[in-house]
């Protein structure tokens, strides 16, 4: 495949997925956080609650909201997320206004912020994945991290907090709580859908049969490893062996390892993203 039809397939799955993520947040939102009067993420939580107060229609909220917010995004950000986060806030409002009155006829609070947690993180995974946006938050956080190195996850946890404080003094805490436990949802699944699916293990290796391991490894695993130098022990092995495995890898891995040497040492870090042979490869658009 060349560099022209990666290009163009990165572009038809942008244009499919980021809508059909926005279409699953929204069915979320409408689905079963507005029948009991729960909030979600960011400004879709503050379109929420003004619904809830005022009968303004969410729809109509966030795309007044996101106004001001795609200004300063023209000024700060770059070009490709901002047509991309434009087009995501579009389906995403189009979707909201299409499935207002929608319902999926759950009874109990708790089950309905769990699922709809659940619903929305993945939603939200789907659009992220591509390099998209609903907007909102979003943008905001990118602003915030590129002029005072502030993370995503801080940006949206004060927020957050501030929309749960708000909901607890007007509807009480157990909404409040219920709708705590609906964010997490929403956070624990777009974290999954944007590195669960392509989760690595590092495994660092300090063997004096490094020889051997590595070449084992290579024979029945398929994975090679990369040499590093010890320098800070002059009585242990002077080359560290790392290799970057699947999960699915490491039981057969630490099989070879302690095979051919039962003293060596071993340390196992997660690593949530690896691109190249062996791994996920995405065209880059």
Known sequence: ???????IIGVFSKAVLIPLGAFIFACGVNGFFVPHQLLSTGVSGISLLV????????????????????????IFVSRRFFYFSLYGLFAYTLFLWLTTGWSFGVENMLLSAVAGGAMCGF?????????GSKGGMDIIAGIMHK???????TVSAFVNFIIIAVMAAIFGLEPALLTFGAIFAIGRVAEAMLSGFNKSI????????????????SEELGR???VLQNIEDEKRPKEILMFIIK???LSRLKDIIFSEDKAADISIIDTKEVRGAGFERKGLY
């Open 1 to 7: 495949m060349n560099e022209k039809q990666t290009k």
């Open 147 to 153: 002029f005072y190195s502030l993370s995503y996850s």
């Open 247 to 249: 999960p699915r890898e």
């Open 202 to 217: 590092t495994v660092l290796v300090l063997s004096r049969s490094h020889n051997k391991i590595a070449e084992l490894a």
């Open 123 to 131: 939603g939200l995974g789907l659009v992220l994945r591509q390099g």
């Open 51 to 74: 619904n809830y107060l005022w009968g303004i229609p969410v729809w109509l909220m966030v795309v007044a909201i996101n106004v001001p917010i795609f200004i300063l995004a023209w």
């Open 224 to 226: 090679r490893a990369s």
